[in-house]
Structure formats: C-alpha cells, structure tokens
T-cell receptor, first 111, second 118 residues
Framework: GNSVTQMEGPVTLSEEAFLTINCTYT??????LFWYVQYPGEGLQLLLK?????DKGSNKGFEATYRKETTSFHLEKGSVQVSDSAVYFC??????????FGKGTTLSVSS | EAEVAQSPRYKITEKSQAVAFWCDPI?????LYWYRQILGQGPELLVQ????????DSQLPKDRFSAERLKGVDSTLKIQPAELGDSAMYLC????????????????FGEGSRLTVL
C-alpha cells in the first residue's frame, strides 16, 4: 500500500541555518504530495503541495520538489527562523482517497 | 476566516466509559475526515465521509468506535467502551472537492480533541 517515510527528529538548528527534512514515498500511480505543519498549540495546516512530477511547491520560504525518479519530496528552507519551530508532516494522496501522513519531524530553532 | 470546530478540546475519562467528539466542518465542504494522532506519530485515518456517506472506514475499530454524519454537515465520533490505548488526539478535517469531484488533498484541520483514558 501507499506510505510515507520521513526523517526522524528532532532537528535542532540555529537561526538562519539551512533546513532539509527528507521525505520519501511509496505509491502506485501518481500521487499528489504535501507538507503540513503543526505549530505549538495549533491545528495542522497545509504548508505546500505538488501534484505532478518535477513540480515545485513553495510557501513562506519553504520549498519542495516532486522527484518521481527518487520518489522523494524533501522540504528545504534557506534560512530558518525561531518562528519556524513546529512539527512538519509529509503526506500523499491519490484522487478520491484520504491523506496518508508520515510520522512527523520536530524542528526546533534557537536564536 | 472559516474554521473547523471541534469539541471538547480535552477529555479525561476512565476506561470502559463512553466518550463522544463533535466536529463542525467548514461550510460547503462535502468531505469530512476523522484522524487519530498518537503522541509522536502522524495522523492516521479512522473514517472518511462524503456528504452523509462513509467512503472509508477500513481502519475504524468498529467493535468500539462509531461515527456518523447524519445530515452531511457536522459529525460525531463515539468510543464505547474506552480503553487505555485510545488515549490520543482526535482530529477532524474537511475538504472541498475539485470540479471533477476529486479530493484535492488540501485538508483543513480543527485543533483536535485530546483524549486521556485512565
């Protein structure tokens, strides 16, 4: 069945450091890929998405590129801020089905 | 800004008791989901509704869990009897469909209901 694997955390960075959170997936066909973020005390919210191979999703300085050849959708940000501290979830879906989430990666950014 | 409403935010109960969670999705969202998130894990789907119909409840422990969305708007998730292993965050989410009728994958989540079973 479909699944998502993301790097385990926690990831601890200093402000302005470069961030990469790895995500790989297993799916039949051509899923859509997503990154969701959960800030402390808040509900999950969509950060970015990509619906087909080679698409790049971007939002709030974060980027992720849909790589079909490596079945990956790694999240990157060039310069993290303290306010980026949160739990990040990689997810996929195919038309008509619910999202399947990875286990989440906790990011902690210190000033 | 429209939000998904959930209640209660926190619930503490003893094992073997009954608990119920309520969710009111964003107006106009035909698809409603209940997910369970155990601490340190990602959300796992319990049940998916399209309007008032169940689309997927394959992971719902039907011997103790039930869910309904009678009028295709708000929804209730019930657990009876609760067990220690049910302690988790119960998340409700809703989504609109594309013009082709597909789930776009853009889910709007409520803040969740945290259940502690003692």
């Amino acid at each position: 069945g479909n699944s998502v694997t993301q790097m385990e955390g926690p990831v601890t960075l200093s402000e302005e450091a470069f961030l990469t959170i790895n995500c790989t997936y297993t799916a039949t066909g051509y899923p859509s890929l997503f990154w969701y973020v959960q800030y402390p005390g808040e509900g999950l919210q969509l950060l970015l998405k990509a619906t087909k191979a080679d698409d790049k999703g971007s939002n709030k300085g974060f980027e992720a590129t849909y790589r079909k050849e490596t079945t990956s959708f790694h999240l990157e940000k060039g310069s993290v801020q303290v306010s980026d501290s949160a739990v990040y979830f990689c997810a996929l879906n195919q038309a008509g089905t619910a999202l399947i989430f990875g286990k989440g990666t906790t990011l902690s950014v210190s000033s | 800004e429209a939000e998904v409403a959930q209640s209660p935010r926190y619930k503490i109960t003893e094992k073997s008791q009954a608990v119920a969670f309520w969710c009111d999705p964003i107006s106009g969202h035909a698809t409603l989901y209940w997910y369970r998130q155990i601490l340190g894990q990602g959300p796992e789907l319990l049940v998916q509704f399209q309007d008032e119909s169940v689309v997927d409840d394959s992971q719902l422990p039907k011997d103790r869990f039930s869910a309904e969305r009678l009028k295709g708007v708000d929804s209730t998730l019930k657990i009876q009897p609760a067990e220690l292993g049910d302690s988790a965050m119960y998340l409700c989410a809703s989504s609109f469909n594309s013009l082709q009728g597909f789930n776009t994958g853009e889910l709007f989540f409520g803040e969740g209901s945290r259940l502690t079973v003692l």
